[in-house]
């Protein structure tokens, strides 16, 4: 029986951006791929709690962001578990609910090098598949830090060929902080969820 292949997009979301939704689309088209499962993080291991938005705020970013692709659909699993997150747990938790599925989680580059920090990195790799959105640049750092994995559990990574927009949340926040644009870094309904609320010190 063919089994069915699902990208899992992960990510604080503090806010989810246009980089996020470009990757996911690419990588749903790129692996074939027949949904993307946004899953922002509830308490991450790397990040303090004081340091993140609230779950709500940040789940309703995501679900704004989402809402015009029919493949991408939204979980609360993490943020509605309490403790710290771990991506294993979750992907652990999606296997249970799901039978004959094929799991991709989707990551950017600069996380892969700290991969191995990941709590049961070596069961991650024998129980889901990854895919690494390649930054532009010339070196082969990538490449060595996926053939080390790959010796781990064969064929668990791969690479994403992928139009990169140099986008990122920690931007976007300290733009809004100083009071300057942000459109077309966000959705625009995105944008406008950020003023009416006035997040990350906006007026």
């Known amino acids: 029986m063919r089994k069915i292949k699902i990208g899992i997009m992960g990510g604080t979301f503090d806010p989810i951006h246009n980089g996020h939704l470009i990757i996911a689309e690419n990588s749903r088209i790129n692996f074939n791929l027949e949904e993307i499962i946004f899953i922002p993080t509830g308490k991450p291991a790397h990040k ?3 340091e993140i938005t609230s779950n709500d705020y940040r789940y309703e970013m995501a679900l704004l962001s989402i809402n015009s692709n029919p493949y991408f659909s ?5 943020i509605n578990r309490e403790g710290i997150t ?9 296997q249970k609910l799901k039978k004959n599925v094929e799991y991709y989680f989707i990551m950017g580059e600069d996380s892969l090098y700290n991969f191995h920090k990941w709590k049961d990195y070596k069961e991650l790799l ?23 994995l790959n010796s781990i559990c064969k064929d668990s990574i791969y690479i994403l060929e992928s139009p990169m927009v140099d986008i990122s949340s ?3 926040r300290e733009r809004i902080s100083l009071n300057k644009s942000i459109k077309y870094l966000v959705p ?6 950020i003023k009416k609320h ?6």
């Open 188 to 193: 625009e309904s995105v944008e406008l969820y």
């Open 198 to 203: 006035r997040l990350y010190g906006g007026a």
């Open 126 to 148: 024998s129980i889901c598949k990854f895919i690494v959105a390649k930054r532009p640049n010339l070196d082969n750092k990538l490449e060595e830090k996926i053939k080390e």
């Open 48 to 50: 303090l709690e004081d």
């Open 170 to 172: 920690t931007d976007i």
């Open 74 to 78: 939204l979980s609360p699993m993490e």
């Open 86 to 94: 771990y991506t294993i747990d979750t992907i652990r938790n999606l």
